[in-house]
């Protein structure tokens, strides 16, 4: 019945190569050289007497015919991954990606929980403030991402799972708030300016400029909110802050939210999780994503 099929082999180098638009990134992604993956390619298009992609000097570009194959083979295989996942109880290792700070600052220092609760699952954590393209790229299965969450939950490919909405809130250390919770007017403020431009703006600097009613106040700006906390943490200054980031700071003392004014919570922007559907019934990953929505749902900030 499927004698006329090409090897899976075949297969799985033109569907890679297809999907990264590059021979050499899928040669890496398979393991094996450059070399291996033009001639499984150059074989599949002889066996079908068609071109599945148009050479180019440093780049190759997919046929119409390469379209076409290229969408069922995608579809096919990640079909057939998650029929064995199941079949084989999941895999045991997870990638997870997300930003720096959220890596750094929460899900490191909370992820012994986790391997406690299932010590058999590897967790492998990917952090980094590019957009993984969770839909093609299969060295990642699961994202953590900030923002606002797509309007569409569910597209064809991939689930968007809401986490937690974020409180900002105003943290230093004992000592700082110590010497300038009475006069404001000669504190530093420290605010994260995010990289990615596409995000809303919170208000945080009028926020800050109400509350110095007298002054110009002192704002310095990091692009890394574990370097915003950091600053803070070395008794620098006031750090506006979402309260996750610090949680681990609260609890050891080292730093405490401001009173009165800096007391109240600025409401922030949302984390959510980024699911493949090609491992939605993966054992592993409906563990870790129980675990994460339980663990935030346990640590909410204590206004």
Known sequence: MFQQLPSLNAIKAFESAARLNSFKDAANELNVTPTAISHQIRTLEDSLKIRLFERKTRAVTLTKEGELLAASANQSLQDLLSTINQLKGSPRTLTISTTNSFAA????PNLAGFQQQHPGIDIQIRAEESLIDMEHDRRVDMAIRYGEPPKQLETKALIHQPLIQESIGFFATPDYWKKHSKNT??????????????LPN???????KSIVEDTQPNIRYFHDE?????AALSGQGIAIISHLAVENSIKNGWLTQGTDKMATPITGLHYYLVIPKRIQTNQAAIRFKKWLQSTLAKNKPVN
């Open 185 to 198: 007017s000669e504190a530093v403020f420290f605010c994260t300016q995010w990289k990615n431009s596409k």
């Open 226 to 230: 574990n370097l915003t906390a950091q």
């Open 202 to 208: 919170l208000g945080i600097e009028e926020t800050i």
């Open 105 to 108: 600052m929460w899900l490191v």
